[in-house]
């Protein structure tokens, strides 16, 4: 069955770092724009917080901008988001959502029900 699965989240403290995986399975990701997204408890998910594409083409919403690093490993067919410098408000539910061969542009503009895939999400706490 090809699908998304996110790893990595977990409890730390503020200004610490974690680095969250986005494995595909049943598929290849080297031509799937990957998007990463954060929903806090209770709320609705935000937009992308950041985008890779597969030929190198990277977004960063404001809020994560040189803090978050997106980078693939197209061997382990996994894309990770490497989070720095982490803040109460990053706690949340991490989702990664994949879409073939699509540009940042586009992939800003598709609503949930049109990416190919979704993970299931992993959770983050960041608190003292």
């Known amino acids: 069955q090809a699908q998304l699965v996110e790893s990595g989240g977990g409890l730390v403290q503020p200004g610490d770092s974690l680095r969250l995986a986005c494995t595909a399975s049943?598929?290849?990701?080297?031509?799937?724009?990957i998007a990463w997204f954060h929903q806090v408890p209770g709320k609705e998910r935000e937009g992308a917080l950041c985008?890779?594409?597969?030929?190198?083409?990277?977004y960063y919403k404001d809020s994560v901008k040189g803090r978050f690093t997106i980078e693939r490993d197209n061997a382990k067919n996994t894309v990770y988001l490497q989070m720095n410098y982490l803040k109460p408000e990053d706690t949340g539910v991490y989702y990664c959502?994949?879409?073939?061969?699509?540009?940042?542009?586009?992939?800003?503009?598709?609503?949930?029900?049109?990416?190919?895939?979704w993970g299931k999400g992993t959770l983050v706490t960041v608190s003292s």
């Open positions: 985008i890779g594409t597969g030929d190198g083409n990277t």
């Open positions: 049943g598929f290849s990701l080297w031509d799937y724009t």
């Open positions: 959502a994949g879409k073939r061969t699509t540009t940042i542009a586009s992939m800003l503009r598709t609503p949930d029900q049109g990416m190919d895939y």
